[in-house]
């Protein structure tokens, strides 16, 4: 939960015991059911959705309001500067604001009723905002265009400003720009119109992100915008539409996965040659590694290649002299480049590239091994909770203090892990068995710690963050806990049979950990966090919890318009933070949707592990196109035919690919029915539960598998 300076002051202070002020509001419009959940240890709400059987978007949006304030960034992909249209229409440049007031006189609010926001065909990030006044209906639509979408070119936002006349007689409009603050010369640019009946008219201006004091904006004529505007949609679509493509049959679903993907290219930052994946547009410009290195992650998994690829590198070139790598965060974001490293690798199979990060690669990884023979050292022939751990050192962004952190090892285990395997898959078979040594003996050390920390909370058994501080645990479940623990989940330490787990997440679920599902912050949620969790809860077949993650997280942690995800929400009344759209929510829901169709667990492959049931009642179905894996890049449509009792899949499997699964396991579930039998290729399949299951050995052309359900 990374915050401003502001608010990392008040957690400063709340962390050293000062109390000049409080970060935890009280809700002053809460619901009674709200108040029933703020004031229970256990997620009174999530289990009264899980009660209801499997949980639903609809299901989970009913409690609370949506966010009421959004931002969306309009820009082109890498470049440094962004425009923000506000959820009033309002274009923020830096700390500047353009209004455009409408009437005349200019009237300073000019809006009846509410703001309707949308995007472009969807999820373009063009937005287009609605609203009437004085019996006019006005839509402003916005975009940004650099030339030949360079993001070394200047940047300029095109807005038309649309007046309906709706009556059925001639009314005169007025557009005027205000610029704040300022004490700019001269006077406000204006266009006005008499708009006949039942028409419209149209103001158009062009406005330079190095604003003019003198003029603000300029006029341009409806060819110039129509032609821009077109550009700009072509461009986005054809980035939209290369790599992974997701279909399913929530609309808005196919909506929000582009929009995020659209925000997060917006976010990345050319600055002298080097790319910076920032944490936001107009907020945390700065680079926090380990959020950095999951948006890699998340680009490898939806193929976006080439971008991965060029920002790892990037990332790189701020490795430090002894081969560590850190980045505003802490010692996490070593650990967490190293796994994108591994993932690109073993997901696009680049050689090339490969050995050529390899050496700063092994430097990252030597940082790991040399820092932890330090601490390999026994106390009176004991071995201390930090024996093979890493050294005391920065654990996480909002507070730099040096501890020693399970989040921080368990990141750098698992960085180190994956690039063993990564060398094994391509070829470097001496250099893999060497450092998968490192990494069994790294964990079996950090496993060894953790069940020495363990400790009871009336009756609850806790594994602490910071074994030798305690410092998260003594904040409450409700606060850091709650992020935390995620994110030593998400490195999959624990295998999915291993029940340990829950050392971590029985103290989120009966302390307060947890509010629909997602990671509680007091009376807020930060819902990004939450991915860990609700993985391990997908890992272990609690398809309903990571469900109800999953449509808690697109509720509550992202507007429903504008799919803009947010980093916190003060869930019970809809008061968002400013921070949005925000780098790390989309890159977390991007891989939770992801893992929700396709999911690599050990040697495995699983297809729609967390496909909800509800999506076999229809006859659209679902599919995955063009999804790289570790086993090469796979597609597959899922089309039920509810009234036969039947669902057909089609799978592209890879040809030719040396690296197999062990299992491929296809989830089924249905309100239709169990499943009863299935066939693989027109012979019978093995059926386990409500899952196809068969030898990896068979994956690979063309698959058609044909389910039969029995009511």
Request: glycine share 6%; proline share 6%.
């Amino acid at each position: 939960m990374k915050r401003k300076a502001v608010f990392t002051l008040l957690t400063l202070l709340a962390l050293t015991g000062s109390g000049i002020s409080q970060m935890r509001l009280t809700p002053e419009r809460v619901t009674p059911e709200g108040r029933h959940a703020l004031n229970s240890q256990t997620d009174v709400l999530g289990e009264e959705v899980l009660a209801q059987g499997e949980p639903s978007f609809d299901k989970v949006a009913e409690y609370f309001p949506p966010m009421l304030r959004t931002r969306v960034p309009i820009s082109v992909k890498d470049h440094p500067d962004e425009f923000i249209v506000g959820y009033d229409g309002t274009i923020l440049i830096k700390d500047e604001e353009l209004d455009f007031r409408v009437g005349d006189p200019p009237n300073p609010y000019g809006v009846d009723g509410e703001f309707h926001r949308s995007l472009l065909d969807g999820y373009l990030p063009v937005p287009q905002v609605r609203w009437s006044f004085d019996n006019l209906f006005y839509e402003e639509t916005a975009f940004a265009y650099s030339k030949q979408f360079s993001p070394d070119e200047p940047l300029e936002a095109f807005v038309r400003i649309r007046v309906r006349n709706p009556s059925s007689t001639s009314r005169d409009a007025r557009v005027t720009v205000y610029l704040a603050p300022s004490s700019r010369p001269g006077i406000n640019p204006s266009q006005s119109a008499a708009v006949k009946a039942h028409s419209f008219a149209d103001f158009y201006f062009r406005i330079p992100f190095k604003i003019e004091p003198a003029k603000l904006a300029d006029v341009v004529d409806a060819a110039t915008f129509d032609r821009r505007l077109a550009e700009v949609r072509q461009y986005w679509h054809s980035y939209l539409d290369s790599g992974t493509q997701i279909q399913t049959p929530e609309p808005f679903i196919n909506n929000a996965w582009r929009a995020w993907e659209a925000y997060n290219a917006m976010s990345v930052d050319k600055v002298k040659g080097r790319y910076e994946i920032h944490d936001g547009s107009g907020f945390y410009e700065e680079e926090f590694g380990y959020s950095a290195a999951l948006y890699c992650h998340a680009l490898s998994l939806l193929g976006h290649h080439e971008d991965a690829e060029k920002y790892i590198e990037s990332m790189l070139e701020e490795q430090k002299p002894n081969g560590q790598y850190i980045s505003v965060f802490g010692t996490p974001d070593n650990g967490a480049l190293l796994f994108a490293i591994g993932q690109e690798y073993r997901l696009s199979h680049n050689d090339a590239w490969f050995r050529r990060v390899l050496p700063k690669a092994l430097r990252a990884m030597e940082w790991v091994r040399t820092s932890r023979a330090t601490t390999r050292v026994l106390d009176n022939g004991q071995k201390t909770l930090g024996f093979g751990l890493l050294p005391p050192g920065p654990a996480y962004c909002d507070f730099q203090t040096q501890v020693v952190s399970y989040y921080s090892d368990a990141y750098n285990w698992f960085g180190v892990h994956e690039m063993a395997i990564a060398m094994s898959d391509a070829g470097l078979v001496k250099e893999s068995a060497e450092w998968r040594t490192e990494a069994d003996q790294y964990h079996q050390d950090l496993l060894n710690s953790m069940q020495s920390a363990l400790y009871q909370d009336h009756g609850v058994t806790v594994l602490p963050i910071e074994p030798l501080t305690h410092r998260i645990e003594k904040q409450g479940a409700e606060f850091y806990y709650a992020l935390v623990a995620p994110q030593i989940l998400e490195t999959e330490f624990f295998n999915a049979t291993d029940p340990h787990y829950r050392w971590l997440t029985d103290y989120m679920e009966q302390r307060g950990g947890l509010l629909l599902g997602v990671d509680r912050v007091w009376d807020g949620i930060d819902h990004a966090y939450t991915y860990g969790y609700g993985l391990e809860q997908l890992r272990h077949g609690n398809v309903d919890r990571f469900l109800l993650t999953f449509y808690s997280s697109l509720a509550y942690g992202m507007t429903r318009d504008t799919y803009s995800a947010v980093e916190v929400t003060r869930i019970t009344e809809g008061y968002n933070e400013g921070t949005l759209p925000h780098t790390y929510s989309n890159t977390q829901q991007l891989r939770m949707l992801r893992m929700m169709l396709l999911k690599e667990e050990a040697n495995e492959l699983w297809l729609a592990p967390g496909a909800p049931r509800a999506w076999l009642d229809t006859h659209d179905g679902f599919s995955i196109r063009n999804a790289p894996t570790n086993y090469g890049t796979i597609s597959y449509r899922v089309l039920p035919e509810p009234e036969a009792g039947t669902v057909r899949v089609s799978i592209d499997a890879p040809t030719g690919n040396a690296i197999k699964p062990s299992r491929v396991t296809l989830r089924l579930a249905s309100n239709e029915g169990s499943l009863q039998s299935a066939t693989l290729n027109g012979k019978n399949a093995e059926i386990d539960g409500d899952s196809v299951v068969f030898d990896g050995s068979l994956f690979h052309d063309k698959l058609e598998i044909v389910a039969h359900y029995q009511q």
